[in-house]
């Protein structure tokens, strides 16, 4: 199994900042692709952002130009830098990562989320 541990959520003002960390742990090779869902109160899950080994990332829409994915591959580590926030952006936002296992099996992980509300 993969471990994922989240941090970095909480309550912010509109406008302002936060960086969610998510450190992964196990037995893995490698990770692969690696990113951020949300889920808001009563809405699906949505893809927020994700990033490739080779540093290529995508972004949803909605928060282009204010969010800024990030990883660590020394550290295991994916992050999300997250400014300029809206109270749209309140949810509970979870990592994965894909990760490449002894053999070549791959398997794809889950954080436990963490709660991210903008509010004044």
């Known amino acids: 199994q993969v471990r994922l541990v989240e941090s970095g959520g909480g309550l912010v003002q509109p406008g302002g900042s936060l960086e969610l960390s998510c450190a992964a742990s196990?037995?893995?090779?490698?990770?692969?692709?690696m990113g951020w869902y949300r889920q808001a109160a009563g809405n699906p899950r949505e893809l927020v952002a994700s990033?490739?080994?080779?540093?290529?990332?995508n972004y949803a829409a909605s928060v282009k130009g204010r969010f800024t994915i990030s990883r660590d591959n020394g550290k295991n580590t994916v992050l999300l830098q997250m400014n300029s926030l809206k109270p749209h952006d309140t949810a509970v936002y979870y990592c994965?990562?894909?990760?490449?296992?002894?053999?070549?099996?791959?398997?794809?992980?889950w954080g436990q989320g963490t709660q991210v509300t903008v509010s004044s």
């Open positions: 196990g037995s893995f090779v490698r990770l692969n692709n």
């Open positions: 990033i490739e080994r080779d540093d290529s990332t």
């Open positions: 994965y990562v894909g990760a490449e296992l002894v053999g070549g099996f791959r398997y794809t992980s």
